[in-house]
């Protein structure tokens, strides 16, 4: 099992920058593909950036190619989100999710339990 913690989410003007971070519980972290999801209210929980076991193949939403950057450190079992330009259709619960397996997918298997993010127009 592991478990996942978010942190980082908040209020934020337009235009500006976020960065989540999600530290994973055990010694597997480094064997595992890590994603960010996100769920808008009304609106199903949407893939929005994943990054393979070794941080060298990333995959990304339309919605958020090139505002936002996923990142890891497997010496500290975290991985980031870095969002910049953000807009108002940014705001959602996002969610760091593991999967069992080290290669980029759009399936998981763990789920950490969500951070708000709100971008103010």
């Known amino acids: 099992q592991v478990q996942l913690v978010e942190s980082g989410g908040g209020l934020v003007q337009a235009g500006g920058s976020l960065r989540l971070s999600c530290v994973a519980s055990g010694r597997t972290f480094s064997r595992r593909a890590m994603g960010w999801f996100r769920q808008a209210p009304g609106k199903e929980r949407e893939f929005v950036a994943g990054?393979?076991?070794?941080?060298?193949?990333?995959a990304y939403a339309d919605s958020v190619k090139g505002r936002f950057t996923i990142s890891r450190d497997n010496a500290k079992n975290t991985v980031y989100l870095q969002m910049n330009s953000l807009k108002p259709e940014d705001t959602a619960v996002y969610y760091c999710a593991a999967r069992r397996f080290g290669g980029l997918s759009y399936e998981y298997d763990y789920w950490g339990q969500g951070t708000q993010v709100t971008v103010s127009s």
């Open positions: 990054i393979d076991y070794s941080g060298g193949s990333t």
